[in-house]
């Protein structure tokens, strides 16, 4: 499970930002047991920079990137985000 740039970047209507996704979670997988998958590679932190800054100049309201981001961290900024910006 590795992502190219040019896989989280799509330019056409399979991007997630043209599909009204506002909040952006990116972070490395880490193997939680030897029977789970094996990490493949590493990411260097400054890739979730650029990735980072990409998804904000495509707006996306909410770009959280880094090796160990996970979505349930920022939950109650995520409310508070879909308050401020309701649909």
Request: charged residues 20%; hydrophobic residues 35%; proline residues 8%.
């Amino acid at each position: 499970m590795r992502y190219t740039f040019k896989e989280v970047s799509v330019p056409h209507h399979d991007n997630n930002r043209y599909v009204d996704c506002d909040i952006l979670t990116l972070g490395q997988y880490l193997q939680p047991t030897p029977k789970h998958l094996a990490v493949k590679g590493f990411i260097p932190p400054e890739q979730f920079d650029t990735w980072r800054d990409f998804g904000e100049s495509i707006g996306f309201l909410q770009v959280v990137a880094s090796p160990l981001t996970r979505s349930s961290y920022h939950a109650e900024q995520v409310r508070a985000l879909m308050q401020q910006y309701p649909r």
